[in-house]
């Protein structure tokens, strides 16, 4: 900052109008006297509103009779700015004579701008710059000559190869090999983990009825039985084989129920004859047709029937994991079986949100823009229950796509707890308002597709609108975060509010089936 001579005056121009600019005023006051060695503006403040006015500091270097002409020309001169607001102007002398005007533009400019060019580093970067450009250009016989010539000492100690060095690369060699393996491994176990279902569920079982010698061959059977499935399981299985391998099962299938029918009837037939033993009177009320037809004798020259072989022993009972894969298999292979929707529950999926609170003076509360309006909703997880606390929205016109399948809907979430997939879709034809009506009672909404995921609670935070019920005037931007609002309406001349808002959700049918 300069300092100011003890002879210099500073002459003020007031009371400017607050549109005007410096260009403006010098334009009107030109030319100025030789006297004036500065001038600076002083833009109007239009905080002040109607008393907002501009001035102007002129620095005069003496006390001079053009001082007092210019005082006497502009004291009540009237100014007119670009706009057409005038004023008369007011000259008279600053009141602190001390202080010199401001230099604003080295004020505001940085001490760092140029500042590179007295760096040392910066210096000796460009003085590296030189040298190279100063090299000569070497030609081809010199390059040759340079190769052929024997490295130095230097060099040939940086390419030494010490024990040291080479057990630190033999180290790290060894890591990485072994990062490589265990990488491959990982890679074989997610693909063995990943193999299709059907190649072991269409895998031929071990035969049931085989003889068992001792306990040792069970163990060798069972282990040649295990290596021959992994090894059948490692080769990818041809569509004959496949064929093959379904209609073994189906005959081993129809065996099973022929020997489950006939165990059935063998274990009734023995419990109807114990019966009979224990109840005689029973036993001829209700004589047996088939003994007697057994017991009669053929005539002669005729042979006996045969004796009806002993049924077969039972297959022991199957195990949960063969119960389970045949009825997969049923399911897969039954072309009647009904498709199940990916997110299809037992309950109803739809939930409507409804809404009771207090309304005075308006009607019809709903959102502003239904397109556009988030609603804030808490979720909670139907697979797992997982319900966490943070508030999230959803939009109508915001549309994501389901992993998966070919729907969409307005959210899409992976529950971070049992890792299922689940949507909500707003309904957009289902839209209703809040009327008074029925005030203080619970009204419908909105209606939302839930599709393994429920909202448990509502946050009205967004702008909703109402209309007057006197009048008809629309409120707009309602905010309804503090869950009550209160206005007036001017028409009317009455105060309007809401009061005592809540919000539940309840489980609605199908509106597209009504």
């Known amino acids: 900052m300069s300092t100011e001579k003890s002879d210099e005056v500073k002459v003020m121009l007031r009371r400017l109008p607050k549109y005007m600019t410096e260009k403006e005023v010098m334009e009107q006051i030109s030319p100025l006297p030789e006297e004036v060695v500065g001038t600076y503006f002083y833009p109007a403040n239009f905080a002040f509103d109607h008393a907002s006015y501009a001035s102007l500091t002129l620095v005069f270097s003496e006390y001079s009779d053009s001082l007092i002409d210019f005082e006497r020309r502009f004291d009540g001169y009237i100014f007119v700015d670009s706009r057409g607001n005038d004023s008369s102007a007011v000259v008279e002398a600053a009141v602190n004579q001390n202080f010199s005007k401001c230099d604003r533009g080295r004020m505001t400019e940085d001490t760092r701008v140029g500042a590179i060019l007295n760096d040392k580093?910066?210096?000796?970067?460009?003085?590296?710059?030189?040298?190279?450009?100063?090299?000569?250009?070497?030609?081809?016989?010199?390059?040759?000559?340079?190769?052929?010539?024997?490295?130095?000492?230097?060099?040939?100690?940086?390419?030494?190869?010490?024990?040291?060095?080479?057990?630190?690369?033999?180290?790290?060699?060894?890591?990485?090999?072994?990062?490589?393996?265990?990488?491959?491994?990982?890679?074989?176990?997610?693909?063995?983990k990943h193999k299709n279902v059907m190649e072991f569920l269409m895998k031929p079982p071990a035969a049931s009825g085989a003889p068992t010698t001792s306990s040792g061959g069970s163990r060798r059977l069972q282990k040649a039985s295990e290596d021959g499935g992994e090894k059948a399981t490692n080769r990818v299985m041809t569509e004959k084989e496949k064929e093959k391998l379904e209609k073994i099962e189906a005959r081993r299938k129809e065996r099973n129920a022929i020997r489950k029918q006939k165990f059935l009837e063998e274990k009734k037939r023995k419990l109807d004859e114990a019966e009979g033993i224990q109840n005689p009177q029973k036993q001829l009320q209700k004589p047996p047709v088939e003994k007697i037809q057994k017991a009669s004798r053929p005539p002669r020259g005729e042979k006996p029937p045969k004796k009806s072989m002993k049924p077969p022993r039972p297959s022991p009972a199957?195990?949960?994991?063969?119960?389970?894969?045949?009825?997969?298999?049923?399911?897969?292979?039954?072309?009647?079986?009904?498709?199940?929707?990916?997110?299809?529950?037992?309950?109803?999926?739809?939930?409507?949100?409804?809404?009771?609170?207090?309304?005075?003076?308006?009607?019809?509360?709903?959102?502003?823009?239904?397109?556009?309006?988030?609603?804030?909703?808490?979720l909670k997880c139907t697979n797992c229950g997982e319900a966490p606390d943070h508030w999230q929205y959803v939009v109508l016109n915001e549309m994501l796509d389901v992993p998966g399948s070919r729907g969409e809907a307005n959210l899409v979430e992976k529950c971070k707890l049992c890792g299922r997939v689940n949507t909500l879709t707003i309904l957009p034809d289902h839209f209703k308002s809040y009327n008074v009506d029925k005030n203080e009672q619970w009204q419908q909404i909105a209606v939302f597709d839930c599709r393994g995921i429920e909202p448990f609670d509502f946050n009205p935070n967004g702008d909703w609108i109402a209309n007057s019920i006197e009048t008809g005037k629309p409120f707009r931007e309602i905010d309804l975060s503090e869950k009550e609002w209160v206005d007036f309406d001017d028409k009317a001349m009455e105060a309007v509010e809401i009061s005592d808002f809540d919000a539940q959700f309840t489980t609605v049918r199908d509106p597209k089936k009504r």
């Open 121 to 192: 580093y910066f210096l000796e970067f460009c003085e590296k710059l030189n040298l190279e450009k100063a090299v000569p250009i070497m030609t081809l016989e010199q390059q040759i000559r340079k190769l052929n010539q024997p490295e130095d000492a230097r060099t040939q100690i940086d390419r030494l190869e010490t024990p040291l060095v080479k057990y630190f690369i033999d180290k790290e060699y060894r890591r990485r090999s072994d990062y490589d393996v265990r990488r491959a491994k990982r890679e074989l176990k997610k693909a063995e």
């Open 318 to 378: 199957k195990t949960v994991g063969e119960q389970q894969g045949e009825d997969w298999i049923k399911k897969l292979t039954d072309p009647k079986a009904p498709i199940k929707k990916k997110h299809d529950v037992g309950v109803e999926p739809f939930l409507a949100l409804e809404l009771k609170c207090q309304l005075k003076g308006v009607t019809e509360l709903r959102p502003d823009d239904t397109e556009t309006f988030h609603w804030h909703l808490k």
